[in-house]
């Protein structure tokens, strides 16, 4: 158990080290700070000035081992452009985004899940039809265009709910709804068609031939065997609590950490964009780890063996 | 009254008919075979009964139990008699117990249902079926899961589970079909040791003509969705009347008889979408004549005893020559 763990973990830092080379080569690669800060009208002394200060005129791999050498000390950098901490900048944004994204996960679980057995286990009635039609509904649609109908519905015809900011909890409404309707959609279809896979199986049979009655035999017998699937997919959304906003965020001007990615990318402000991946990709690894672990728990054939 | 009498079940899959119209009658602690190819409806006789099928078969005719018509019973009286009344355990063990509990609590659920036992009473019980069962070491083993027994072991646990209930019926769906030779022998063993130490009736579904005589006291013969012959087992073996029994044991290789070819029985059998009209083995049988191509014989018993759907039964004569056939 503790060698399957600490493999794991080995794993897991492998990721957010590769993460970080990738984000840390292609920022470097893909524009020059200096001239996107100071404007492309900045005198040259002033540009120069500026790469030395930042030692952006090192050698990649000295800037890349320099880097290195910051992250493991927990020094994250600090803004090109108000030169305050990066790590600060993007811890002090977390809170807005768990604000929308949690609540939309709740909504995930707490409508997808039902309703995707629901229909399962009403195969082929009018129910069924309607969630699985509403869940293509739910995931083909593109966040943007959602968050925008929404806009167009709920603020300017109906002005029930405001279009955007972050002063009240009416204005969490709309991004939490964009947010959540897509991960409704794909979690009834994905529990629907786990459960359809496990009521097929000859352990169903064998649970109901035993005399037990319906309710029991889905509770202790198929759910149990479907959550593994479901489990995987509740995973990759937890890695996108923090991450998964950006689009949403950006429609409804809500200072969070997507709205921050775009601007900072936008600024090539190199520290904070790194600080940032390196805080998403922690995110998704925790995640996975979360599930990786999970598995052992749902599901006796895939803990790991203990050492005899 | 016999204890289970079957009348005229039929079964359509999508308006596809598989079952058409058995009759059969089971006495109390009476073991009988059901023999047949795959797809014949041996399974879909019981699973039907026990209303076990998926929801778009289309079940109709009389299975009563005691003189309870289980046909089109509410699900309340069903849920009462599986596990209680008729209990059944299946061909692939393995896959039939629940991945992710562990075998004593798959085991006990029957003894809520049915018996009422609960906590360290059910886990008592528990114990004694595995042991009952021939599970070695049960005190360390009843919490493990179905993964970490075999093939054989796993069996060994669906027929614990199935006697948890303490039914007075076991179907057991061809139970040894999975499982390797000397493993067969064992669960063939314990299932015929079972229905001496409890009485109950059993039924084995089966379509291996050895392991039926193994356990069962009366065989019927199937052959696409009929029964096609039914008798006692030392009959049925001695003297087999109809031409499909006859082909079966014909294509029983012989320890005894050399390098001699076995006699498969030509063709295949035939697609339930499209019968042939009358007799559905005619079309495989040497001695089919034309009122065989257009009207399905009936089971009707024969002075000899058993029962035949057959307008020309394999005669006695001829029987005869083919026990002469083969040299003893």
Known sequence: ?308 | MSFVSIRDLTVAFDGVPVLHGIDLDIDRGEAIGLVGESGCGKSVTWLAALGLLPGKARVQGSVRLDGQELIGAPRTTLEGVRGARIAMIFQDPSSSLNPVQRVGRQIGEGLRLHRGLRGAQARTEVLRLMDMVGIPDAKRRIDLYPHEFSGGQCQRIMIAMALAGQPDLLIADEPTTALDATIQAQILDLLAGLRRQTGMAMVFISHDLGAVSAVCDRAAVMYAGRIVEANDIDSLFAAPAHPYTHGLFRAIPDLEAGRARLRPIEGTVPDPRALPAGCAFAPRCDAASSLCNSYAPDLKDQRSGGAVACFHPVQSSLRHMTQQEVPA
């Open chain 1, 1 to 308: 158990m503790i060698r399957f763990i600490l493999a794991k973990l080995a794993r897991a830092f492998l990721t957010i080290l590769l993460v970080v080379t990738f984000a840390f080569v292609v920022l470097r690669l893909s524009g020059d700070p200096a001239q996107v800060l100071l404007g492309p009208d900045a005198p040259q002394d002033a540009v120069d000035a500026f790469r030395a200060r930042w030692g952006l005129d090192d050698p990649l791999w000295q800037q890349y081992l320099a880097y290195l050498r910051q992250i493991l000390s927990f020094d994250f950098g600090v803004s090109m452009r108000d030169q305050s901490p990066a790590i600060d900048l993007v811890l002090q944004r977390i809170p807005a985004t768990l604000a929308l994204t949690v609540p939309a996960l709740i909504l995930k679980l707490a409508i997808g899940i039902p309703a995707g057995v629901y229909a399962a286990l009403h195969r082929q009635s009018v129910a069924d039809r309607g969630v699985i039609m509403m869940s293509i509904f739910g995931f083909t649609i593109p966040s943007f265009v959602l968050g925008l109908v929404l806009v167009l519905v709920f603020a300017v015809r109906l002005d029930w709910l405001p279009s955007g900011g972050q002063s009240s909890w009416r204005h969490a409404i709309l991004p939490i709804a964009t947010l959540s309707i897509g991960g409704i959609g794909i979690l009834a279809r994905f529990s629907r068609s786990a459960m359809i896979e496990v009521l097929g199986q000859p352990y169903i049979r064998t649970a109901m031939a035993k005399g037990l009655p319906w309710r029991e035999v889905v509770w202790r017998h198929a759910l149990p065997n479907a959550a593994v699937p479901i489990v995987t997919l509740i995973g990759f959304m937890l890695g996108a609590l923090i991450a998964g906003a950006v689009v949403v965020e950006s429609i409804f001007s809500w200072p969070g950490i997507g709205r921050l990615i775009v601007v900072s990318v936008a600024n090539r402000d190199l520290a904070v964009v790194q600080c940032l991946l390196l805080v998403i990709a922690a995110s998704m690894v925790v995640a996975n780890l979360l599930v990786d672990f999970s598995y052992g728990l749902l599901d006796p054939r895939l803990r790991a063996k203990p050492a005899h």
